[in-house]
């Protein structure tokens, strides 16, 4: 939406904090996978998140951190952290050209198709992070194997708001033949989809009756483009 530096006076976020991060619920149980600061004035090492983000981000007046991109019409935190949330996309692709196909699953929290992916966790690296979400969602093992890192991307995640939103490192696995894959962790189906293009992919999954995650989409011509070069 609107740039911090334009004027918006009448700018009325909706607020997308689930009722487990709410203040008087994080005084009672904060969640495993949640921070227990109730909102950005909790936080305490703003420098040492600013200086470790993927993508520069500014605090303002109140010293809450805005979205890089500006104003997305939602506040509160529907995230683990307030600020950056790092996440990593290993996009798995299996033989090549018009037989190209790559593995996407069902998310179980929205039910579109996905790159299956998640978040760092604390202390871990990108790397560590994409083989184990990898193994976690597909039980795709591919430890050993090293990766293209495509790039670190501020994705349009449906659960970011104006002060907690999603950077993710995407990395090009490529394998000569597809490999068994079974849904697990996080994912409600996976399976191998067309991938000559995004065209065929979209046709493919429309003929399923499914939906492409549309965050995802520019993270799949990534690698289609990086595959063409």
């Known amino acids: 939406m609107r740039d911090w ?10 607020d997308v904090t689930p009722p487990e991060l709410l203040p008087t619920a994080l005084a009672q149980e904060v969640p495993d996978w949640a921070e227990g600061a109730a ?6 090492d703003w420098p040492k998140r600013r200086a470790a983000a993927l993508i520069p981000f500014e605090l303002d007046g109140r010293g809450w951190p805005l979205h890089p991109h500006g104003r997305t019409g939602r506040t509160g935190r529907n995230l683990g952290r307030w600020g950056e949330n790092q996440a990593v996309d290993p996009i798995v692709v299996a033989g090549s050209g018009d037989q190209r196909q790559v593995l996407l699953i069902t998310r179980t929290d929205i039910g579109v198709e996905a790159i299956p992916g998640g978040m760092v966790d604390p202390g871990e690296t990108a790397p560590a992070a994409l083989v184990r979400e990898l193994h976690e969602e597909t039980r795709v093992d591919l430890f050993g194997h090293r990766p293209v890192i495509l790039g670190q991307d501020l994705v349009d995640d449906w659960r970011a708001s104006d002060h907690a939103w999603v950077v993710s490192t995407s990395a090009l696995y490529l394998r000569p033949a597809t490999v068994k894959a079974v849904a697990a962790s996080d994912a ?3 399976a191998w989809w067309p991938f000559s293009s995004l065209d065929e992919l979209d046709t493919a999954i429309t003929a399923a009756g499914r939906t492409l995650y549309a965050a995802h989409r520019p993270l799949l011509k990534r690698a289609l483009d990086h595959l063409s070069a």
Do not use: H, M
């Open 39 to 44: 909102t950005p004035a909790d936080v305490l």
């Open 5 to 14: 530096s334009v004027s918006w006076p009448a700018y009325s976020p909706v």
């Open 188 to 190: 409600a189906a996976v």
